[in-house]
Nanobody, 122 residues
């Protein structure tokens, strides 16, 4: 059984930084693309940043230059470094990963973490 667990959220003042982590565990063959999403109260879930298995990245315009997505394949861990945080970054952040498991390595399935709350406020 594959699981994703996010951590690193919390309360931070405007201009501050946080680093979110997403750890994948279980019978993993490989992790393909990974994407961080966020959902603010009353709003739809939106893409924040993505990274492919080869390390190519993409970002929402609203976070370009402030957020950095990365991954450590040896640890099955993905990160979202968030700098210069703004109140509008307040949301629940979710990690999504396309994962191939040991039983069906030719197929990949999407997995979601449970989310971690990020609140930017003075």
């Amino acid at each position: 059984q594959v699981q994703l667990v996010e951590s690193g959220g919390g309360l931070v003042q405007p201009g501050g930084s946080l680093r979110l982590s997403c750890v994948a565990s279980g019978s993993i063959f490989s992790i393909d693309a990974v994407t961080w999403y966020r959902q603010a109260p009353g709003k739809e879930r939106e893409l924040v940043a993505g990274i492919t298995s080869s390390g190519s990245t993409n970002y929402a315009d609203s976070v370009k230059g402030r957020f950095t997505i990365s991954r450590d394949n040896a640890k099955n861990t993905m990160y979202l470094q968030m700098n210069s945080l703004k109140p509008e970054d307040t949301a629940v952040y979710y990690c999504n990963a396309m994962i191939r498991d040991m039983k069906t390595p030719l197929l990949r399935f999407p997995y979601w973490g449970q989310g971690t709350q990020v609140t930017v406020s003075s």
